[in-house]
Structures are given as C-alpha cells and as structure tokens.
C-alpha cells in the first residue's frame, strides 16, 4: 500500500504517512505514530491535529495516553464529493471569466496523455463535427482506454460524428478503430503515412507530432490554433482530399453547425 494515493487526495506527505501507519497498524500513541511513520514527532503532533480537522483520524482518551485512530477510507469518497459539487456550483462563473479574456484567434500546446484529453474535452465543448486527416487511433492508446471510453460515450450524446481519413496502415495495425469511431471513413494511400495528423472542430486545428498506430508517443506534442477562418479553409482541404480518395460512398462538404 502506497501513500501516495492519500497525497493525490489531497494529503500532505506527513498526514499521508501517518494515515497510512493508523491503516496498516491500527490506532496508538503519538510517540508509536511517529515512530511507525517515520515523522519526527514534533511533526506528527501538528499533522494529527489537522487530519483530526478534518475527519479522518479520532482520538481515544485513555487513563495512561491519548490514542489516535483512523476513519476508515471510505471517508475519502465524501471529499471528493464535496470538491466535486462546489466546483460544479462554481464553474458557470469561473468559465464566464475564463472565457471573457480568451482572444478570437490563438495558439498553444497540450504535451502527452493529459495534452490529449484536454484537447478532446475542448472537441466536447465545441459539440461540432470532426474532421480528421492522417489518423491512426492514437485516441485508443491503452493508457486512455478509461478516458476514450467515455470521451466516446459524451461525443453520441451530442452528436458529434467523426469524418476520419485514416492512414492506410491502421487497416493492418489497428484494424478495431474504423470500426469503433464508425463511418464515414476513408484511408490514404500508403505512400503518405506520416508520424502526423490533423484534425479539425469548430474553430479549432490541432495537429499532432508523435503518433503511431493506436497508440502515442510519451512526447506527443499537441499544437491547438483557434481561428474560425483557418478552421474553415481546413475543412475545405479536407473536403478536397475527400473527394479525390477513391470509394463509392460519399459525404456532403463538411459544414458548421448553426448554432
């Protein structure tokens, strides 16, 4: 058992090491916590007192000396709870004043795993169509299967549908994707694969360096540019390289949703 899943929780490293020897070895005296968790005593008089603050640890009052014992873990729950509904309580103001300050046009970069949920919680924002040119799966890297699962599940429930022109190789490589993102889909020829994509929603190119075939590289870098006009020059690249690949089936120009 680690401590630092307590830390994550929002521990400091002293409370976590000393919650963590009340789990493992049950309740005792200050001098036996200190010991046990390695934390000079002084130290672990302090952070007993705050995890008492904050629910996790009792004491038990005895004729010879105070004993301290844990809440079980199932406490946790409750503070994440807490934290969830006062951010949801919040976040309308914090989003108006995040938004208020945000120019019409700019760029910036996501970096690794975190870099590509953050750029798809943006897609589930925007709720429009993607475009996509050069995929390979990368959003089906095992390391995301979790977040891709219910990035999925979100994008159905606002009718997001995806437009993929896929490398040709993620026919070979990772053939479950077309099938799970779902038509309409297209692959470019062989000779074009590149470690590259694009992909575009709303206002927003993205483009990719790092990607192999359903998976991402640990540096994957993301470049994100808002720009309603270059989105919609995009889109009609897109549209071009669309047409231009050969299949019977075809879709209508990709267009903005009115909102």
């Known amino acids: 058992m680690s401590t630092h899943l307590f830390e994550d929780l929002g521990l400091s490293m002293n409370e976590a090491k000393i919650y963590h020897a009340l789990i493992v070895y049950g309740g005792s005296g200050v001098s036996t916590i200190a010991l046990r968790s390695k934390v000079h005593r002084s130290n672990a008089y302090d ?35 807490e934290k969830q509904s006062r951010l949801k309580a919040e976040l309308p103001d914090l989003l108006a004043t995040y938004r208020k300050h945000r120019a019409p ?13 953050n750029y798809l919680r943006e897609a589930l924002k925007v709720e429009e169509d993607m475009y996509e040119f050069g995929a390979k799966g990368g959003w089906f890297d095992p390391r ?16 997001i549908r995806f437009h993929h022109i896929f490398d040709w190789e993620v ?3 990772a053939p479950h ?12 020829p062989k000779k074009y694969t590149s470690e590259s994509a694009i992909e575009v ?8 360096t790092g990607l192999g075939f359903g998976t991402v590289a640990d540096d994957l870098t993301i470049f994100v540019m808002v720009s309603p006009r270059l989105a919609e020059s995009y889109r009609i690249w897109w549209q071009m390289m669309w047409d231009f690949l050969p299949e019977t089936r075809r879709t209508a120009r990709p267009k903005r949703r009115q909102r």
């Open 47 to 81: 952070a007993l007192h705050r995890l008492i603050e904050k629910g996790l640890v009792y004491e038990v009052f005895g004729q010879r000396e105070t004993l301290y014992e844990a809440v079980d873990p199932g406490k946790f729950l409750e503070f994440v709870e």
């Open 105 to 117: 046009e700019r760029a910036y970069i996501f970096k690794g795993l975190e870099g590509m949920k």
């Open 177 to 188: 994707v077309p099938n799970i993102v779902g038509k309409p889909y297209k692959f470019a």
């Open 144 to 159: 995301l299967e979790t977040f891709t699962t219910w990035f999925l599940a979100e994008a159905r429930k606002k009718n």
């Open 201 to 208: 929603f709303g206002d927003h190119v993205v483009t990719f």
């Open 171 to 173: 026919q070979e490589k």
